[in-house]
């Protein structure tokens, strides 16, 4: 989910995906899709065996897949004769294999476990939660893959986007950054395994203390790294990053906790459930599995987290510059949009106001 993260958190793409035309055709985007998929549903359950888990997911992976190969066209608004001498199979393979079916089962995944959370079960009543998982895949699949069409587009007409977010520059960071980040992942698994164990010196066992303790945890670790990598720092005590994250307003750490930080947490924790649950049909937890569990989703935030205050930091050096606080929620850009404001250049100090 590191592209859904980057398409709102760096300025120079968020600014593409928000503008009110690419807005106006995403809300299409995402509809039709939804709809012909409930139509398809509605009657392909007399025939398909959706209570079996295996064979939702990969229901849910080959119609996001179709369906990111349909909405990357639209967003790319070019004959696909073009887009594949333009594009490359290399990116119309990560397009349709990544964000569309792999993503797509992910998203399946924590639909399920979060409606078992909740207290509805797939395997006891497999019909509402399978065809939510299917349109929820759908639909943000759709609006993603109409997004980095439109992004590649723009590239491609000359517009400039110092970073996409296919994950090329995270691993470039990776080669180049090893000393500065690998702290923080480090941290960051070692703060996600502790916050998943919590539960196990319980009476009583449950996944609600953990998920609550990992995706609190993730939130924070998430929003530390991020202020590390704007300053290209480790986690010392004297590095510029706590100088940074002392100086910033409460408000503006809360919003950049609680989105990305503690929602992609949750997420990702949540599809590791939904996996043990649901594919490998355990219904007993496993102390070693969730602490694992914390221990991935604590080290792949900090990275991530790291990651894109790294790119926050590239793009203000080359003059993509917007406050913080317009960044972190998907319904702020849109607001601001249609006040005009989403043009001004802000200081880079993320804790000015707007």
Not at 128 to 151: K, N, Q, W
């Amino acid at each position: 989910m590191l592209h859904r993260m980057a398409l709102r958190v760096l300025p120079s793409l968020s600014l593409a995906v928000t503008e009110e035309s690419v807005r106006k055709r995403k809300r299409l985007v995402m509809l039709v899709p939804g709809a012909v998929v409930f139509l398809a549903y509605r009657m392909a359950k007399h025939v398909v065996p959706f209570a079996d888990p295996l064979v939702l997911l990969a229901v849910s992976g080959l119609v996001s897949l179709v369906t990111a190969l349909a909405t990357y066209r639209v967003g790319r608004s070019d004959p696909w004769r073009t887009i594949i001498r333009e594009d490359g199979s290399r990116m119309l393979g990560w397009v349709l294999l990544w964000v569309g079916a792999v993503y797509g089962m992910q998203l399946s995944l924590l639909v399920l476990a979060l409606l078992w959370v909740v207290g509805y079960n797939y395997l006891s009543h497999p019909d509402g939660p399978a065809m939510m998982a299917i349109m929820v895949a759908c639909t943000s699949v759709a609006r993603d893959a109409f997004e980095i069409g439109h992004v590649r587009r723009s590239a491609v007409q000359g517009r400039s986007f110092p970073t996409f977010p296919d994950g090329a520059a995270l691993r470039a960071m990776i080669r180049s950054r090893a000393t500065s980040v690998g702290p923080w992942v480090g941290i960051g698994a070692v703060t996600g395994a502790l916050a998943a164990s919590l539960d196990f010196v319980m009476t009583e066992r449950s996944v609600i203390v953990p998920l609550l303790a990992v995706s609190l945890s993730g939130g924070m670790i998430t929003l530390c790294a991020y202020w590390g990598g704007m300053t290209e720092q480790a986690p010392t005590p004297t590095s510029l990053w706590a100088a940074r994250l002392a100086a910033t307003k409460m408000s503006e750490l809360f919003k950049y906790w609680w989105w990305p930080g503690l929602a992609f947490s949750s997420t990702y924790y949540l599809a590791a459930v939904g996996i043990w649950l649901f594919v490998f049909k355990f219904s007993s937890m496993v102390p070693i599995y969730f602490v694992g569990i914390g221990a991935l989703v604590g080290g792949l935030m900090a990275l991530y987290g790291y990651y894109l205050g790294h790119r926050r930091l590239v793009e203000e050096q080359e003059g993509h510059r917007l406050n913080e606080a317009l960044l972190r929620c998907p319904f702020v850009m849109g607001i601001l949009g249609k006040t005009n404001q989403v043009g001004r250049a802000m200081p880079t100090a993320p804790g000015s106001k707007v």
